[in-house]
């Protein structure tokens, strides 16, 4: 069955509508979707380079002929996937194109292509982990900073970029295409159930879609991404001797 994209897409607006709504109607939704702003532009940037990065490590030099091997954020970004990841929690860069057939030939081209997809969302994790210890380090070492009213700013927008980087770590392990961890989960599948995958994968996007908008797979990672994010802060703040509170 053929579902018109153009309706999903309109579905999809509409939602992001209200969620445009709600921001400018609550009080202090404008200033935490500021100090969101930075959390997005790196996670995002730094998720597609690896991605442009890994290929061109592995012999594939398209990423870098079409100017992705930077950390430019305009060269990143989706307009899309950058509004949902503003508006929804969840979101995506614009896809850095690759060819596998010009891999150098020292794994399969499989693996290589579920080596490329699984970059970006450990670029993320790896981000989200510096940032913390970052923010960590600042109340350990500079604990009259960290309670001043510039203090408060700086963390609350380090806590945005790890908690940003996690949601868009986990969010692109989801395994639907067009996310990465479709790519990921084909290159450890066999022949025939990789072909039928890459055959479906309209299919798998109506889905992922979907259970986007009826609101399951916010159900999923949400609590995902608080675990993670909780438990990093625990572990952080153990390691600097802090108490957290």
């Not at 797979?217 to 995902?224: A, D, K, R, T």
Request: aromatic fraction near 12%; charge should be neutral; proline fraction near 5%.
């Amino acid at each position: 069955m053929y579902i018109d994209r153009r309706i999903i897409f309109l579905i999809i607006a509409l939602m992001l509508f209200s969620s445009f709504m709600t921001l400018f109607s609550q009080e202090g939704a404008l200033l935490s979707f500021v100090l969101s702003i930075p959390g997005i532009l790196v996670a995002i940037t730094f998720h597609e380079f690896a991605h442009a990065l890994a290929a061109d490590k592995l012999g594939d030099d398209t990423p870098r002929i079409q100017g992705r091997l930077n950390l430019n954020p305009f060269t990143h970004l989706d307009p899309f996937g950058t509004i949902m990841l503003i508006f929804a929690g969840f979101g995506w860069g614009k896809p850095v194109e690759i060819n596998p057939r010009n891999f150098n030939r020292s794994i399969s081209l499989s693996k290589a292509e579920a080596i490329v997809a699984a970059a970006g969302p450990i670029m993320n994790f790896i981000l989200a982990i510096i940032f913390e210890i970052i923010s960590c380090a600042i109340a350990k070492f500079s604990p009259s900073f960290y309670f001043s009213t510039t203090g408060i700013i700086v963390d609350t927008i380090l806590n945005s970029i790890v908690i940003t980087n996690i949601g868009l770590g986990i969010f692109n392990l989801i395994p639907l295409p067009p996310l990465d961890g479709s790519k990921i989960l084909a290159g450890f599948l066999p022949y025939n159930a990789r072909n039928w995958m890459d055959s479906h994968s309209q299919i798998f996007e109506i889905v992922f879609i979907a259970l986007w908008i009826v609101g399951i797979l916010s159900l999923i990672i949400s609590p995902l991404i608080s675990v993670v994010y909780s438990s990093l802060s625990y572990l952080c703040a153990s390691m600097f001797g802090l108490t957290i509170g």
